[in-house]
Nanobody, 116 residues
Framework: QVQLVESGGGLAQPGGSLKLSCAAS????????MGWFRQAPGKQRELVAL???????NYKDSVKGQFSISRDNAKNTVYLQMNSLKPEDTAVYYC??????????WGQGTQVTVSS
């Protein structure tokens, strides 16, 4: 079945950086819009960054200039480079794949904790 597997989460200090990866299998990766969502304790899941099949990007206002999303279609992988991390970036980060045909998949999530 379709799998989205996130990696790269962990503990970072304020001001530090992490790079998340999401490897997809059993989908035609290049036709999917890929997104990174996050969910902090007690809060709703929110879209952080999106990259379309044509590599257009969109970001949550609060992470513009701080996070960068990219994709490598040859590796079926989407990335989220997170710089200047803040404690409020602490959350479980989820990878999402969505096609214009209505199919949608989620990864299992990876924990990002920003703390000194």
């Amino acid at each position: 079945q379709v799998q989205l597997v996130e990696s790269g989460g962990g503990l970072a200090q304020p001001g530090g950086s992490l790079k998340l990866s999401c490897a997809a299998s059993k989908i035609i990766f290049s036709i999917y819009a890929m997104g990174w969502f996050r969910q902090a304790p007690g809060k709703q899941r929110e879209l952080v960054a999106l990259i379309t099949s044509g590599s257009g990007t969109n970001y949550k206002d609060s992470v513009k200039g701080q996070f960068s999303i990219s994709r490598d279609n040859a590796k079926n992988t989407v990335y989220l480079q997170m710089n200047s991390l803040k404690p409020e970036d602490t959350a479980v980060y989820y990878c999402n794949a969505r096609s214009t045909f209505g199919s949608e998949y989620w990864g299992q999530g990876t924990q990002v904790t920003v703390s000194s």
